[in-house]
């Protein structure tokens, strides 16, 4: 069940914003000021979304999602505002806010908006670091490192050595190589393969007592920590 901080400083606009929720089957905490949004952020329940009132005395909106962001609490808020101008909007979603609904809004679009950031956040994260024992591959800036050591990858040769790091300690075939690294779904019956592992392995492993990548006689490759 979605679970829901309201950050709201408006007493009655907060508790019919939790009768809705609750009518929607989401379960709703209410808090009045920004300070009360930050206890209940860092304390022990795990919400799914937080409705977060921009304008609120003492910290408000801005800042106190400011300060929640600066501490790594990712979870998803929706703004509340009068100010729907453009430039607020923008305002708002770059102090950390995933949306922005300018009041007064329809219950029923505020509803919507909720469920899809809790969607969102049910999503599995998305990979950005693979690791294999010392090895390790950003797949955001594209390096390679094993043991802190920068490896300098050809494009080819980085999708190869990530297609192996995603199958570690599997027998990886020239079959399945052609297909999801070359988009062949034939053999061209060239040493295209072989040459990118010779030259990948060579990167790999040299300065290093123990290898990493393996042939496995009569079946293809092997990736081991």
């Known amino acids: 069940m979605t679970h829901v901080l309201i950050v709201e ?10 009768r809705g929720l609750k009518e929607a089957g989401m379960t709703a905490t209410v808090t009045h000021d920004g300070e009360a949004g930050l206890k ?6 795990a919400f799914d979304v937080v409705v977060l009132d921009r304008m609120m005395p ?13 501490e790594g609490i990712d979870v998803p808020v929706l703004f509340l505002s009068a100010l729907g101008d453009l430039e607020n909007r ?44 010392e090895l390790e591959m950003n797949l955001i800036n594209r390096q390679v490192k094993r043991a802190g050591t920068l490896i300098d ?14 199958h570690v ?20 019956q060239t040493n295209v393969i072989d040459v990118h592992i010779s ?7 040299k300065g290093f007592d123990k290898p990493m990548l393996h042939t496995v006689r009569g079946e293809g490759y092997q990736l081991k920590a």
Do not use: C
């Open 40 to 45: 209940a952020l860092r304390g022990d329940v």
């Open 90 to 133: 923008v305002y708002g979603l770059k102090a950390g806010a995933d949306d922005y609904l300018v009041k007064p809004y329809a219950l029923v679009e505020l509803l919507a908006r909720v469920e899809a950031l809790a969607r969102r956040k049910d999503k599995d994260p998305v990979e950005t670091v693979l690791k294999v024992g």
């Open 9 to 18: 400083d408006d007493t009655e606009a907060a508790l019919s914003l939790q």
């Open 153 to 166: 990858l050809q494009p080819r040769e980085f999708q190869l050595l990530e297609f192996l790091m995603r």
């Open 199 to 205: 030259r990948l392995r060579s990167k790999l492993d």
């Open 169 to 188: 300690g599997q027998n990886v075939t020239r079959t399945m190589l052609l297909e999801k690294v070359w988009a062949y779904h034939f053999d061209p």
């Open 58 to 70: 003492g910290l408000d909106g801005v800042s106190m999602l400011e300060i929640a962001r600066s």
